[in-house]
C-alpha cells in the first residue's frame, strides 16, 4: 500500500496523480475499518481525502500552515502527516485526538474543536508572518456548515485587510452536521451550478478573490486549482464542491446521520450497539412535540445540532414552523429566541453546554437585560459529558450563573427537568436556563409541586444535624450517598438539600441551619472557581459555620477517565466523608 | 414649529413631504443644542433624521415594529413617539437614556446598547408575529459599521429561513466609529457607485431582495422606498445612503470625532471642557508606540474602537502595519492575537469591559486552550467606568476570571500596569489578561520590580496582625483607607496585601495570615458572585478565618450615582470598618 510509506508531507510529493488517486481508496479503506470499529467522525473526512493529498503534494507543510476548521476532517491530514499508524493499526487507534492537535505534530497549529474560528485565526498566523517579513502560504480549511459562524463571516470579511498571502479552502458538501439553514447556502448553490461563474459570489462581496473546483475529489483536477493559487500575494477563495462520505454508499445515502459514528457493522453500515437507555434527549423532543400541538406559540430553536433535543429529520417534519434551526450560529439563536419571547411566543433553545459558550454577550445583553421569558435547556454541563479538550462540559455555570437576572436550574431527575421546563414555557418573569444532570437518566416518578417562580427556595430532603450536604444537579445523587455514607461511618443523620437553583442562595434556609450544623458541604459538576459551592462559602464567611466545596479543578482536561477525574478532584463519597470527619 | 406639536406618530403623518423637511431642521436644531449642552451620540442620529421621519410616516409603529442596532441613532424616534420634551427643553434633557428603552416607551422594544444584534432581535419578534398568526412589519434598521459584527452577519444569513415579512434598513454612512474595516464596505461601496445596480451583492447573496436609496437624506426618496417594501411577504434590504453628521459642518468634516461628544460650544465646535488628565488610553498608546518602534513583532489590535487605546488617525498612522483594527468583531480580534501570538508576534488586543463580553468562547478555545502568549486590556472594568445598563465594566472578572489558562491581572497604578504590559508582551507561556483599574490614574513612581511569571505571588505592602485587607485593583487604594480608618478608630494595625492577580489564590501567604490573623477582608471593583473573593472565601472556608468580600451585588445598574451605589454596597471605608469591628 502506498499509505504504509507516508511517513511525512515529503513522502506524499513523491507520488504520481495516479498513484495518490489509488492511496485515497487506501485511506478510505483505513478510515471506514477504523470507524467501523472505534467510531469517530465520519462524513466530513471522507469528503476531504483527495484534498488533503492534493494540499500536501502542492504546498510545503509546516512551513506552509494549514488550519482546519473546527477539524473534524483532519484525520486524512494526521494520515499524511507522520501518524498514518494511528489509522492503519487497531492498536494505535487511540495514539490520536479526534482534532487538530500541535501536542502531536508540527503540523498542527492549533487545538480546535468549535466551528468557524479557522479563517481568523489563518489571518493571525499570516498578520505575524508579514510583520516578521517572512514567507510562506496560509491555507484556512472550513465547511460550508461552519460559514454561518459569526467568527467565520468575521474572519471572511477581516482578511481582505491582511493585504497578504491568505488561502481560504471552502470545503462544499452542501451539508451542515444536518442539512444547511440560511441564505449564503443559496449562493454556494448558484456558484456549484454556475461552476462558479455566478456575478453574485458573496465571497467576492467580501472583498476575496475566488476560484472554484467542480471536482473536488478529483486529485488532478484540485492540485492544479491549488497550484494556481500557491503563493498568491492576497487572500483567495478555493470553493471545492466535495462529497460528504464520498466511498461508503451508507453514508453518502444518509449524510446527516454519518456525519459521526459510532461502532457499526461495514457491510450494512447497522451500528453495534444500539442505543436503548432513554435519554435527555428524547425526554425533550416527546415532551416540546406535545406541548407544540397543544399552543401554536411554543418554539424549539437548535444551533445546527437538531438532534440535541431528539429532533431527527421526522420529528423536524412534525413540528414544522415550530421548530427553527438557525444553523451553526449560537449568537442569533439567543437573540432570536429572545425576540420571540419578547413578542408573546414561548422558545426554548436547546444547547449543549460546550457551545452555549459561544453566546455569552447575547445572553446578557440580547436576553437577560431585556428579562425576555426564553428558555435555555443546557445539555451535557457535567463530567460525565464529552471529554475532549474542546467539548468540555464543565464552564457553564461559572459563565451563566453569574449573570444578573438569569434563573439558572439545575434539576436533579426526569421529573424534576420537565416540571422546571413547563414552568419556565409559561411563565413571563424571567430569561430561564436549566441545566441538565449528566449520567443516566434518573426517574423517581415523584409528582412535583414546587412553584420554581418561588425564587432561590431549596428544598430539605432529608433533615438532619451537624453536617448538611447541599448537592446541585448530577450531584445530588452522590450527596445523598456521602450523607447514607457518613451515617455508617458515624451514625450522623446528616441534612440533605437540593438547591435547584444556581444562581441564587436561599438565606433563610442557611440561616437556618446555623442553629444546628456546624458544617455545610457543596457538590456541583462543575470547575469550583466561580460556581455555586463559593456562594455558599462566601455566605457563610463571617460565620463560625465550616463550608467543604466539592467540585472540580479549574483546568482543561482532556480525554480523561471519569473515574480518575473524580478521585482526583475527592469526589468518591468516601473520600468526602473522610474530609468531613476532619470537622466533626 | 412642527416638532413641538408632535406627540406621537400619527402626528407625523398629518404632515407634508415640505413639512417634514422643515421639521427635519428644527430636529436638528434641537439636537444640536441638546449635544452642545448635554453631550451624547452626535453623527449617527444626525443622519438618521430624515430617515427616521419617513420611517414614522410610512409605517405604524408600534404594531409595526422597529428595531434600531446599537441605537445610537435613536434620538430622532425618540423625538417623534412621545419624548420630543427631552430633546427640545433644556430641564427635560435627563428624562430620557441614550440608548432604545422600553420602559420609556410602547415604541422601543428592546435596551440595546451593543452593536450587530438588531437584525437577529428583529428575526424573533417577526417569528412570534408568524407563529401567532398575526400581520404587520418588522423594521430593522442597522448602520454599516455594525454589519461586521457576527451576529449582524449571522442575522443577515439567517433572515430569509423566516420566510415572512422583515425589511432591514442598512443606514450606510461609510462609517465605523472610526473609518469602517473589512471587506465587505467595498461592496457597500461599490453598490454605492452603481445606484445599487452592482451584480456582486453582499445582501442577495445572503438571499435577500435588495432595494437602493441614493438620497438616504431625502424625505420624499425615502417614503416612496420604504411604502415599495411595506408589507413585503419575504425579507428586503433597504440600503440608504445617508451623511454621518449631516446639517453640522464639524461633524461632517470630522465623522470620527463626532461620532460621540461632550458638551462643545457651537459656533466652533470645539469642546467646552478639555480632558487634561492623563488617561490609560495615553499611558497605553505612549508605551505602545515607543515599543513597536523597538520590536516590529508588536502589533495593537482594536475592533471598532481605536482610541480605546488612543490610536487617533494620526497615531494609527505612525503605527502603521502594527495597528490592526478588525472592525467591530470581537471575536475575530481574540481569534487573529491568538494566531498571532502563535506565530511569534506580540499582539496586544485592547478592549471595553463591557465589548470583552462578546467574546468568551474565542478566549476559552481560540486562545486559552491554546496557551497562545496574547494580552487583552480590559478598560472601563470598573464601577467608576460607563453607567448605562447596556455599558457596564462590572461583570468581566466572573466571566473571564474563570476560563482555565488565563493569567488576569489588576494593577493598582501606572507603573504597576506598565510593568505587567511589558512582562507580558515579552513572555510565552500564558494569554494575559490586564484589567485596568477605574478612577483617575494613579502614579506613584515606584520601580516595579515583581517577575509577575512567578504566578499568584500576592504582596504584603503592610504587615499588621489580627485583620488582613486584599484590596485587587482599583479598590487596592479603598483597602488602604480602611487600614488607616481601623487603626484610628481601634488602634488595631491591619496587613494591607495587593494581589495582583484576578485568577489565582497565594495560598501559602493565606495560611501565614491564620498564624495572626482573625478577618480576612477582600475589596473587588466588579460583582461578588463567580468573583475574586469567593474564591478566598472558599479558601478558608473549612478554617476558623472570617471572611468578608466586599464589592457589588449582581445586579443590572443603569445611569447609577457612583457614590450612591457605592454606599448602597457597603463600601465606604467608614461602613467597612463597622463590619470589621462586629469581628474584633
Known amino acids: 500500500m502506498y499509505i504504509e510509506k507516508i511517513n511525512g508531507p515529503e513522502d506524499v510529493k513523491k507520488l504520481t496523480v495516479d498513484e495518490m488517486t489509488v492511496m485515497a481508496g487506501e485511506m478510505r479503506k483505513a478510515l471506514l475499518k477504523r470507524a467501523s470499529i472505534h467510531g469517530g467522525h465520519f462524513g466530513p473526512n471522507f469528503g476531504m481525502v483527495e484534498a488533503t493529498i492534493a494540499l500536501h503534494y502542492v504546498f510545503e507543510s509546516p512551513k506552509d500552515k494549514i488550519v482546519y476548521d473546527v477539524s473534524h476532517q483532519t ?47 489563518a489571518c493571525g498566523l499570516a498578520k ?35 493585504d497578504g498571502n491568505l488561502i481560504i479552502i471552502v470545503n462544499d458538501n452542501d451539508m451542515s452536521i444536518a442539512e444547511n439553514h440560511g441564505g449564503l447556502y443559496g449562493n454556494l448553490k448558484l456558484l456549484r451550478e454556475t461552476n462558479g461563474r455566478a456575478e453574485c459570489n458573496l465571497f467576492k462581496a467580501m472583498g476575496l478573490d475566488y476560484i472554484y473546483v467542480d471536482h473536488g475529489n478529483d486529485v488532478g483536477d484540485l492540485i492544479e486549482a491549488f497550484k494556481s493559487v500557491k503563493d498568491s500575494r492576497k487572500p483567495v477563495v478555493v ?53 407544540m400541538k397543544k399552543d401554536p406559540a411554543v418554539v424549539a430553536i437548535t444551533s445546527g445540532t ?22 451553526i450560529a449560537e449568537e442569533t439563536a439567543v437573540a432570536l429566541a429572545s425576540g420571540i419571547a419578547a413578542n408573546g411566543g414561548k422558545p426554548v433553545y436547546g444547547v449543549y ?94 409528582e412535583i409541586t414546587k412553584d420554581f417562580g418561588d425564587l432561590n427556595k431549596y428544598e430539605v430532603t432529608q433533615k438532619g444535624s451537624k453536617v448538611a450536604v447541599i448537592g446541585l444537579g448530577t450531584f445530588y445523587g452522590l450527596g445523598k450517598e456521602v450523607a447514607e455514607e457518613l451515617k455508617k461511618v458515624t451514625g450522623t443523620d446528616a441534612t440533605v438539600i437540593n438547591p435547584y437553583y444556581i444562581t441564587g442562595i436561599d438565606a433563610e ?14 457538590l456541583e459538576d462543575g470547575i469550583l472557581d466561580g460556581g455555586f459551592g463559593e456562594k455558599i462559602a462566601r455566605f457563610y464567611g463571617n460565620s463560625d ?17 471519569v473515574v480518575e477525574v473524580l478521585k482526583e478532584n475527592h469526589l468518591t463519597k468516601e473520600q468526602i466523608v473522610e474530609d468531613i470527619m476532619k470537622f466533626i
Open 75 to 121: 484525520y486524512p491530514h494526521k494520515m499524511l502527516t507522520g501518524r498514518k499508524d494511528a489509522y492503519l493499526y487497531e492498536e494505535h487507534y487511540d495514539d490520536v485526538s479526534g482534532y487538530s492537535n500541535p501536542n502531536e505534530s508540527e503540523h498542527d497549529h492549533f487545538t480546535v474543536g468549535h466551528t468557524s474560528t479557522s479563517v481568523s485565526l
Open 128 to 162: 505575524a508572518r508579514d510583520l516578521k517579513g517572512e514567507e510562506g502560504n496560509v491555507i484556512a480549511v472550513i465547511g460550508d456548515g461552519s460559514l454561518s459562524g459569526g467568527e467565520a463571516l468575521e474572519g471572511l470579511d477581516y482578511a481582505v485587510e491582511l
Open 239 to 291: 470553493h471545492i464542491n466535495t462529497l460528504k462520505g464520498k466511498g461508503y454508499a451508507p453514508a453518502e445515502k444518509n449524510k446527516e446521520a454519518w456525519h459521526y459514528n459510532g461502532p457499526f457493522k461495514i457491510e450494512t453500515g447497522k451500528p453495534l450497539y444500539e442505543m436503548t437507555e432513554e435519554d435527555y434527549s428524547d425526554i425533550s423532543l416527546n415532551y416540546l412535540l406535545d406541548k
Open 306 to 327: 437538531p438532534t440535541v433535543m431528539g429532533f431527527t429529520e421526522d420529528k423536524r417534519k412534525e413540528a414544522g414552523k415550530q421548530f427553527v434551526d438557525v444553523g
Open 353 to 446: 453546554s460546550t457551545f452555549v459558550q459561544r453566546t455569552y454577550d447575547q445572553i446578557a445583553q440580547d436576553l437577560c437585560i431585556n428579562n425576555s421569558p426564553a428558555t435555555i435547556v443546557t445539555f451535557c454541563g457535567s463530567v460525565y459529558g464529552m471529554n475532549d479538550v474542546t467539548h468540555l462540559g464543565l464552564y457553564d455555570i461559572p459563565m451563566m450563573a453569574n449573570i444578573p437576572n438569569l434563573v439558572y436550574l439545575a434539576p436533579t431527575t426526569k421529573e424534576e427537568y420537565l416540571a422546571m421546563l413547563d414552568w419556565s414555557i409559561e411563565q413571563n418573569e424571567y430569561p430561564v436556563g436549566i441545566r441538565l444532570p449528566g449520567g443516566s437518566v434518573i426517574s423517581d416518578g415523584k
Open 509 to 522: 434556609l442557611l440561616e437556618e441551619l446555623k442553629k444546628d450544623h456546624d458544617v455545610v458541604i457543596t
Open 545 to 561: 459555620m465550616k463550608v467543604l466545596n466539592f467540585g472540580l479543578k479549574k483546568e482543561f482536561l482532556d480525554r480523561y477517565d
